[in-house]
């Protein structure tokens, strides 16, 4: 089970060309919907505007090497290591979610475009598949603010979780379905329905933040970097031995 | 001056939830990042505002006594003690000030609230806040006191 590709034994019943047009498809929502989220929610202006106003009024002017260092460590740090969390148990969450997500994805395409795939490939899909959910549903009952504060139920679902709820149902279905045997029935029906809502999206749910997200972390350490901090303070030059440890919120 | 959140900041990790004492900071149904949901019942406190480990939550002064272009922001580090502010005037002149958080011992005031147990459906269902009438004993010998307790007002900062 762990090793076969699951995908290879659908196409005895659903034509690879198909499989393979269906993965074109949803790339291009993506594609789609985060444009269209950027135009709508006008972020790539407000990005631009800000940016302007930063460099305008900034006590120091960022050179270009400079410039390529912050971005290095945003990539490495904000982006990779998503450094940008000041929650812990939010931030180790977020990392199981995201690479467990690239991992899945990229063994998906791999082993949907080519049936004769590695091992490795299928057993890098669970993987994928098993980092996701194990971050996710720890976000979903653990994490998440604003539930039980409110007298909520932890089954409560709003708009804003759209994407980690297609995201849950798309893997958990998808491993489901490839467990049971794979093939055409009502768990790959339910997988494809989930998957397309995923991809589909876009525009209604925070999947794109995976793209606005490192811009906002790179243009913060630029104000940093040019003294405007966004009109914050500069920090203190006190030693780090009057204060305590930020307790973590209880949200009970 | 009701608070406003910077979307692109805000992870959405709740701090200003726990802490706002109106209660209308919340997470937003749509975003999942924080939103004042009563800007009219915000007393400008600035609890969230020091709360935000992201820097993400800033006040709005209204247009009447706060021109457009000046900027109040706060800057509370925990792990030095301090709290800085940056004041900027429309006009350019910019103020800074930096002050120890507190005159007490670090770890002799910490209310540990977190232990409190989680309040019951009558509770959240009901007008009074946290600890009410238990703290102001309105039902017990009417409000607190210095004098009720027996203590005088002394002048000055003392332990």
């Given amino acids: ?252 | 001056m009701p608070t406003f959140v910077y979307m692109t900041r805000c992870d959405g990790c709740g701090q200003c939830v726990d802490i706002c004492p109106s209660d209308i900071m919340h997470i937003d149904k749509t975003y999942r990042r924080a939103v004042n949901i009563e800007p009219n019942m915000c007393w400008e406190c600035y609890s969230c505002v020091k709360a935000c480990p992201m820097h993400a939550i800033d006040c709005r002064g209204y247009a009447d006594f706060a021109p457009l272009g000046h900027s109040v922001r706060v800057d509370r580090d925990e792990q030095r003690g301090t709290i800085a502010w940056r004041i900027k005037f429309r006009n350019g002149t910019e103020k800074n000030f930096l002050s120890p958080i507190t005159t007490k011992p670090w770890g002799t005031a910490i209310p540990k609230l977190a232990d409190a147990p989680a309040p019951s459906q009558e509770m959240r269902d009901s007008q009074l806040l946290y600890n009410e009438p238990k703290w102001i004993r309105m039902d017990d010998g009417g409000l607190r006191t210095l004098e009720a307790a027996g203590l005088k007002l002394k002048k000055g900062v003392y332990y």
């Fill in chain 1, 1 to 252: 089970m762990l090793t076969s590709n699951p995908f290879a034994a659908l196409a005895a019943s659903i034509s690879p060309a198909v499989m393979q047009t269906y993965v074109v498809v949803m790339i291009v929502l993506v594609v789609a919907g985060t444009l269209f989220d950027v135009v709508h929610k006008g972020s790539a202006k407000y990005f631009f505007q800000n940016w302007r106003k930063s460099k305008a009024k900034g006590a120091k002017s960022v050179g270009g090497g400079e410039l390529m260092s912050i971005a290095v460590q945003t990539a490495v740090v904000d982006v990779l290591a998503s450094g940008e969390f000041c929650n812990l148990r939010r931030r180790i969450s977020h990392l199981l979610g995201m690479y467990g997500f690239v991992l899945y994805v990229i063994a998906t395409v791999v082993m949907v475009f080519d049936a004769a795939a590695g091992a490795i490939w299928a057993q890098l899909w669970w993987l994928g598949g098993l980092l996701v959910c194990a971050g996710g549903y720890w976000f979903w009952f653990f994490i998440r603010v604003d539930v039980l504060a409110e007298g909520h139920s932890p089954l409560r679902f709003v708009r804003a979780d759209l994407f980690i709820v297609s995201l849950l149902a798309s893997v958990t279905l998808g491993l489901a379905w490839a467990a049971a045997g794979g093939g055409v029935g009502v768990l790959f029906g339910l997988y494809i329905l989930a998957t397309t809502v995923l991809f589909a999206g876009v525009p209604w749910s925070k999947f794109s933040h995976m793209f606005y997200k490192p811009a906002a972390a790179f243009e913060k350490r630029v104000s940093y970097a040019n003294e405007t901090r966004g009109n914050l303070p500069a920090p203190a030059d006190r030693p780090e031995k009057f204060g305590i440890a930020r307790g973590q919120p209880r949200h009970y």
